[in-house]
């Protein structure tokens, strides 16, 4: 299978400071997450707010879950079937756009929400794992910005995984 082709545009300022396009392009940096996930970081911030100065290329930062604290990710994900299994929690709210194929996410409890192309979802620190049993890839946008620990009751809710 090949790697979701997904278009990345950057606007920037020239030094006069005048608007420009600063990059036009197909994502390219994919790497492999875990087996059968693949992963393309379209944006990086490392502060909040985020700082839209500067000539760098913050897509091509690594970035795990965010940056730093308070920073965030803009990412492409390309669960292959049969994607490795990876429970886990961030701290970090995620807004999540199916852009092609289906997907299950399993919560910690058993329970499953199938989504399909055009579904969005909010993830918000919750222990989660994805799920590919179909036949083709499922692609995310995914947007994760940095959030403090989830509370429940008298207990903070850690990230893992």
Not at 1 to 19: F, I, Q, W, Y
Not at 54 to 74: A, C, I, P, Y
């Given at each position: ?19 420009i ?20 970081n ?39 079937p ?18 092609s194929g289906?997907?299950d ?5 058993g ?51």
């Open positions: 299978m090949e790697l979701p082709k997904v278009r990345r545009v950057v606007t920037g300022h020239d030094a006069s400071g005048k608007a396009v600063k990059i036009d392009e197909l994502c390219a940096n994919y790497r492999e997450g875990r087996p059968g996930a693949f992963v393309s379209v944006w990086t911030t490392d502060t909040m707010p985020a700082d839209n100065s500067g000539q760098d290329d913050k897509g091509q930062r690594e970035g795990k879950f965010t940056m730093l604290e308070n920073g965030s990710v803009f990412r492409i994900i390309d669960f292959r049969g994607v490795q299994q990876r429970v886990h929690r961030t701290d970090t709210i995620d807004y999540i756009v199916v852009m289906e997907i996410m399993e919560l910690e409890t329970e499953e929400v199938h989504l399909k192309s055009g579904d969005v979802m909010v993830q918000r620190g919750t222990v989660h794992n994805w799920i590919n049993r179909g036949t083709q890839s499922c692609v995310l946008a995914v947007i994760l910005i940095h959030a403090n620990s989830v509370v429940a009751g008298d207990k903070t809710l850690t990230p893992f995984g």
